[in-house]
């Protein structure tokens, strides 16, 4: 980890001789620029910030791009693609019209020149106050919903629309369908016309506040997100409600929000709080309603500004609030869920790392198998710094689990690291410690090509008996870590879903520290300045770490994970280093694993139940269209409630899980990757004692 705080002391020292009242001034001249009310000017703050991004990126990101036509023309894709995802704004005459910087966009990066930047937003910002005018005027009449005609809602590589025609004929039907969603749910015209125009003053009123500082941030990171997703640049504002997001303790629901143009989703779910609790909200869910207690109605949140949102959210310990949430493998028609939430203080601090125990039958035998769940991979920085000789952490934690399992003499352990999303690396290389000898966990290849290898160095192990580990497509970062070190150490049978495939480290930037002459605030600069591999030789970058035991995966890879995200840094390997292998885990036993598990799902009818769900999920997600007619709609709501009623994943347990606690036992009943991971463990048992 040295490698890290050296880069950071290099980038400091290069550009700490900045100073902002130095640099070069570039005057414009806006005669030629679209006329509007509102139109947005670029400061002389974002001129230099401009130039700063595009020096510490080429200097010091990981990855290095080529400055030339083609990143030009990839800056002004993602700025038009950022401001309209859907393509339900701008025209191809408009697209036309921007293509004359195609090929200019890289230096006016480098030169702070930004006035087409903010041409482009002046546009965008036209075109949206059109369409909204428009949805007004639909709304003095009630659709007909007896027509057969489709809705295509998906339009992210359909073709712009050339004409008013095109552009009406679309907003006429997407408007349709926003009322029929509205109906379908039992409620009247004059409800669903209210609701619909309350959302687009709200989205009025929003889009007339964005301001000069909201149009460089996306601008800039346009062009920083083509480095990888996950070097972003914050504006001042955005920087300090990170700061704010980030303080220890407040009354709410526990779930951190963020904002796209119109919808709220849901960005973390903080373990511990209500809605971690709660186990209904997950990263990528849309928020679309709030209600306060048990009875108040819902009011209709799409288009409301972030902080609004918060504002409704947020409330006195104790008290109820009903959110309507669009699940984000859901589909545009589908109900919304209505997630209960007792709002309580949230502490932000992580869920502590705890341990069940969970006996099971097999041929007149009871097992009992050793669960430690481990929700992320946390440490009390201020009590290590200060040498609080017990600091909190979830290696000392996950120890103590292990010596109360070894005092109730498990036959084995089970470590869930489902949705992990990971934390601190040196708790990753110490936890997995526990279950090793001694020697390295990951190696760390900076931008500059140096490897620095992290080691385990105590050689006492904690535990050394049976073990297996439960991932799933959000078990990531330092979780594919531990996940990955196991497994190339052979010493732990890994089941369930691939990782998500998080292998990068960033840092971030103040940048402030760069122009110490200028008190304007500036922002923060998050870049990407290393990448993790395995002893191996492999990155976990983009494939994750993929199991001995393959279990069905509700979630597209290439929807939910990083292999989704664009410009993810790739996959590649470096040179393996020297270790030991426990050889724990061989071929033969996954072979015999393998057959087994295909045996116990052909087999369990809470099994086939559940493939037989996924694969119609994953069906339907290729469907972008949809009917507009009420009959039509209202069948196809009705056969999807009877599937999923009749999706049963729960099994009777009596006999083979003979558990007395009603807790335990329903989570067993609910939890089908659980479940099969138990099996799993024991047959693994059976096959090392034959």
């Known amino acids: 980890m040295n490698i890290i705080v050296s880069i950071l002391s290099y980038i400091l020292i290069s550009f700490f001789l900045i100073s902002y009242d130095e640099v070069e001034r570039i005057d414009i001249d806006r005669a030629d620029l ?29 990855k290095k791009l080529n400055v030339n036509d083609s990143l030009s023309e990839k800056i002004l894709e993602k700025y038009i693609k950022s401001l309209d995802p859907s393509r339900e704004y701008f025209y ?54 007896s027509i057969d005609e489709d809705f295509t809602f998906d339009r992210k590589n359909s073709q712009w629309f050339k004409n008013d025609i095109e552009m009406d004929n679309y907003w006429r039907k997407k408007i349709k369908n926003s009322v029929l969603n509205l109906k379908i749910l039992g409620k009247e015209w004059v409800s669903n016309k209210e609701t619909l125009d309350k959302r687009y003053k709200r989205f009025q009123k929003t889009i007339s506040q964005f301001n000069s500082e909201d149009v460089f941030e996306i601008f800039i990171n346009s062009y920083t997100e083509l480095y990888d997703p996950h070097t972003n640049y ?55 309603g709030v209600g306060q207690g048990d009875d108040g109605d819902f009011e209709d949140i799409i288009g409301w500004r ?41 502490d932000v601090v992580d869920e502590d790392a705890t341990f069940e125990v969970i006996p099971f039958m097999d041929e007149n035998r009871t097992y009992n198998i050793g669960m430690i769940k481990i929700p992320s991979f946390y440490i009390n920085f201020e009590e290590a710094q200060r040498g609080v000789q017990d600091y909190k952490s979830v290696t000392r934690d996950v120890r103590r689990c292990i010596d109360s399992l070894k005092n109730l003499s498990v036959d084995g352990i089970i470590i869930d690291l489902r949705n992990n999303g990971g934390g601190s690396l040196q708790e990753a290389i110490d936890l997995t410690g526990l279950f090793i000898e001694t020697g390295p966990v990951v190696q760390i290849k900076s931008s500059s090509g140096r490897i620095e290898i992290e080691k385990d160095f105590d050689k006492r192990i904690h535990y050394d008996g049976p073990l297996l580990v439960l991932n799933n497509s959000f078990t990531a970062s330092s979780s594919e870590i531990f996940s990955g070190a196991l497994k190339d150490y052979n010493r732990g049978l890994i089941v369930g ?36 591999y395995r002893v191996n030789g492999g990155s976990t970058q983009k494939i994750g770490v993929e199991p001995h035991i393959e279990f069905p995966n509700i979630y597209d890879r290439d929807i939910y994970t990083e292999n989704s995200r664009i410009n993810a840094l790739e996959w590649d390997k470096i040179r393996e280093i020297t270790y030991v292998d426990i050889n724990y885990i061989n071929k033969p036993l996954i072979d015999h694993l393998n057959s087994k598990f295909i045996k116990n799902v052909e087999n369990d009818s809470s099994f086939i139940n559940y493939m037989s769900f996924v694969n119609e999920t994953k069906k339907s997600r290729e469907n972008k269209t949809i009917s507009l007619n009420y009959d039509t709609r209202l069948k196809e709501k009705k056969e999807n409630d009877s599937k999923n009623k009749s999706l049963d994943t729960s099994v009777k347990l009596s006999e083979i899980f003979p558990v007395k606690e009603e807790s335990l036992l329903n989570k067993i009943k609910n939890d089908i990757y659980l479940r099969e991971s138990v099996k799993l463990f024991v047959q693994m048992l059976s096959f090392k004692e034959s």
């Open 234 to 288: 914050f504006s001042p504002v955005n920087a300090d409600k990170f700061e704010i997001n980030m303080s220890k303790t407040f009354e709410g629901i526990g779930a951190r929000l963020q904002q796209d143009i119109e919808y709220t989703t849901i960005y973390q779910v903080m373990p511990g709080g209500p809605a971690y609790r709660s186990k209904e909200l997950e990263k990528g869910d849309k928020v679309i």
């Open 92 to 145: 191809q005459s408009d697209i036309t019209y921007f293509n004359q910087y195609q090929s200019q966009m890289d230096d006016y990066v480098i030169s702070g020149y930004l006035e087409p930047a903010y041409e482009i937003f002046t546009v965008y910002h036209e075109r949206v106050k059109n369409r909204i005018d428009f949805v007004f005027s639909l709304l003095e009449n009630e659709p007909n919903f």
């Open 306 to 346: 972030l902080d609004d949102v918060v504002t409704k959210i947020k409330g006195k310990k104790g008290s109820v609030v009903r959110l309507l949430v669009q699940k984000k493998e859901s589909q545009i028609d589908d109900y919304p869920d209505t997630v209960r939430l007792v709002r309580d203080r949230v």
């Open 497 to 532: 879903e691939s990782t998500f495939g998080k292998g990068t480290v960033q840092n971030l930037l103040d940048l402030e520290r760069f122009f110490p002459k200028t008190d304007l605030k500036l922002g923060q600069l998050k870049i990407t300045l290393a990448k993790y």
């Open 34 to 62: 679209i006329q509007s009310d509102t139109l947005l000017y670029p400061n002389s703050k974002h001129r230099e910030q401009s130039k700063l991004i595009y020096q510490l990126l080429t200097k010091y990101h990981y």
